[in-house]
């Protein structure tokens, strides 16, 4: 549920953020709406994404955790290098796009793998 929920206000945030664009008052407000929004749905989501690998695998606590941690700083420096190519090819709206994108990218499969899941735990089959 928490996985869901942050990556849900992932997405949403880029929405916000995506008003941002009028300038303004209502451009600024939505730029700091989004940008709180963010800021709180990622380091939940970091911290859902490791518990559940971290359970998995207790015995490999410290090995998983410093290729978990190496992914996430590989998949931080895509996402600000492909929002800068956004931003230049697309403008403000592109940039938007481009980073509701991966949020929405991972809401998608944890949803797909949920709804995998569902019916063997509907039939009691814990894995």
Sequence with gaps: MGTTLSLSAGVLSWIVAGWGGSGGVVGLAALLVGALLLDGAVPVSL??????????HP???????????????IGGATGASV???AIESFGWHGAMIAGASGPLLALTLH????????????????K
Excluded: I, Y
């Design 47 to 56: 911290v859902m994404s490791q518990r559940g690998l971290f359970s998995a």
């Design 59 to 73: 015995n490999e606590r410290a090995r998983l955790n410093g290729l978990f941690m190496a992914a996430f700083f």
């Design 83 to 85: 929002g800068v190519w």
């Design 111 to 126: 949803l797909t793998f949920l709804a995998l899941e569902a019916p063997s735990r509907s039939k009691g089959v814990r």
